[in-house]
Every structure is written in structure tokens, then in C-alpha cells.
């Protein structure tokens, strides 16, 4: 049977995509690491099995980001169970890092607003976390194909310095599974910017595959990394809980211990804001 990062490796040779086992990034890990040489990217390696999976610290993969981030190197965590139950779109993500994807311009799409089934089935092809209740729902069309979604929540009331101010959130983007849409998040947002004049908008990247670079660009601001996700999978069934949301079987974390669950915890997320209050 061949071993989870040597599945990896076939794929990148197969797709002709140069990479090496050898590294001179300066950060160390216990896992695999295959490092992408043409685009400064490290695919790292998690095996479920690996026996000392289950006594790093919460914050190893968060840290090994922050590593990767100050030596300018792009980190992808990829988790071996994401891999297996995901592996098209993992596949095709990879892809479109290296710059190997159908590419079309935004200005090539047109701007519809979807109901809930639409962008439900959307995300659930072509985002890795898939969809999540989101109040606005648009997506670009070339034609009569649905390239790309970005869903929106309803406003919320902040407070700064006694100063009330209403936010939304980004809540999920995703172009189409081996399309690069140019152009396309930004198309979208300033399309909810024109129609709804939000003073305060909010987003979440996923650390272990997103630094982010993407909102920067867009104006946003890095306001904080957040702590790790806490989560249980079982090596062999390679089925993620939430901690807040466990199995019913099972009355106790230590019942799941039992029965071969460990512990995880991901990279966090990164929090950007992109604050209009005074634009």
C-alpha cells in the first residue's frame, strides 16, 4: 500500500511539478515535507499514523506557519485524511498554486445573485470546508457556467470606543474546481460594496492553506492569527469532529480515547478587516 506522501509525490510527477525532499528553509518538522521548488511552497505532510501526532502541542502547526511566514516560504498543511476524502479538489488546488489551471478574466463574468441550493451545492464541490449559512449569496457566470461564489452575512452591531458601527463577513469564497477566475474575489466584493455601502467588512483565511496574500491585496488589514481548532479523528475511519460537536455514541472524550480517537489541532485562522469607517 502506498504511503499517504508518496501518493503526493505521484501526483507531482505525473502533473511534471519539480519538487524535493530536501530543503533549505530553516524550520524543521517531524512529518513530511515535499517542498515545491519552482514556487516556494511546502506541502507538509500529515500522517494520521505518525505515532507522535498525538503528543505535539496544540500550537506546532500554528508556530510552523509563523516560521514559514517570516522566511517568505508558503506552508500548506495538508492532513492525510484531507487528502484522501478530498482529493480532487485537493488536487486541483495544488494545481492552481503552481499556476496550472483553466484561467478566465473576470471581467469575462457577469454578476448574479444565487438562492441558498445554488451556493449550497457550489461551495459543497468547490470549497475544502464547503458551505456554512451565509445571508447574501452571489456568483460570477461565464455564460451560462457558474464560476465562482462569495457569500456575505447579515450585518452586525460593533461597538468602538462607544462608537456603534454595523460589520459584515466574507464568509466564503471559491472559484470552480480547476478554474482560476483573475480577478473574481474582487469583482464580487466590490459588487456587495456598491450595493450594500458597508462601512466594516471581516474575513477569516485558513492558515493551513491560505497566508492570506489575496486580502492584503484587496485592501484588507491582518488584525490577529487565531488559536488552533481542536479536533478528534479516528486514524483509520479519517472522520474530523469538532471538539463542540463529538459523536453521540460516545459519552466521554476518554471513551473516545479508548476507541482509537486523537486529538488534533489545525493552524488557526487569520482575521482580516477591511475597515471603510473613515474612507
Avoid at 508558503?74 to 499556476?99: H, T
Avoid at 459588487?191 to 491585496?217: L, V
Amino acid at each position: 500500500m502506498m504511503l499517504f506522501h508518496d501518493e503526493v509525490k505521484a501526483f507531482l510527477k505525473k502533473e511534471n511539478i519539480a519538487f524535493s525532499e530536501k530543503y533549505s528553509i530553516e524550520f524543521k518538522s517531524i512529518f513530511q515535507i515535499i517542498f515545491l521548488i519552482d514556487h516556494q511552497i511546502v506541502l507538509h505532510c500529515i500522517a494520521l499514523q505518525h505515532p507522535s501526532l498525538k503528543n505535539i502541542s496544540p500550537d506546532y502547526f500554528s508556530k510552523f506557519c509563523d516560521n514559514a511566514v517570516a522566511q517568505n516560504v508558503r506552508i500548506i498543511n495538508l492532513w492525510e485524511d484531507v487528502w484522501q476524502l478530498q482529493n480532487e479538489l485537493v488536487r486541483s488546488r495544488i494545481l492552481a498554486l503552481c499556476g496550472i489551471s483553466k484561467r478566465i478574466h473576470a471581467r469575462q463574468t457577469k454578476i448574479v445573485r444565487i438562492d441558498k441550493k445554488v451556493a449550497d451545492d457550489f461551495l459543497n464541490a468547490n470549497h475544502l470546508q464547503q458551505n456554512v449559512n451565509a445571508y447574501y449569496k452571489y456568483g460570477l457566470y461565464k455564460l451560462d457556467e457558474l464560476v465562482a461564489v462569495a457569500t456575505f452575512s447579515k450585518s452586525r452591531v460593533m461597538t468602538d470606543s462607544s462608537a456603534l458601527y454595523r460589520s459584515f463577513e466574507l464568509v466564503r469564497f471559491a472559484s470552480l474546481r480547476g478554474t482560476t477566475v483573475n480577478g473574481g474575489l474582487g469583482k464580487l466584493l466590490n459588487y456587495f460594496i456598491e450595493q450594500h455601502h458597508p462601512a466594516h467588512i471581516m474575513t477569516y483565511a485558513d492558515r493551513d492553506w491560505s497566508n492570506g496574500n489575496s486580502y492584503i491585496k484587496m485592501g484588507f488589514t491582518l488584525i490577529e492569527n487565531t488559536q488552533p481548532l481542536e479536533f478528534f479523528i479516528h486514524p483509520k475511519e479519517m472522520i474530523r469532529y469538532h471538539a463542540h460537536s463529538l459523536p453521540t455514541k460516545f459519552s466521554s472524550i476518554e471513551e473516545m480515547t479508548k476507541a482509537g480517537y486523537i486529538k488534533i489541532y489545525n493552524a488557526g485562522n487569520a482575521k482580516f478587516i477591511l475597515d471603510r469607517r473613515n474612507g
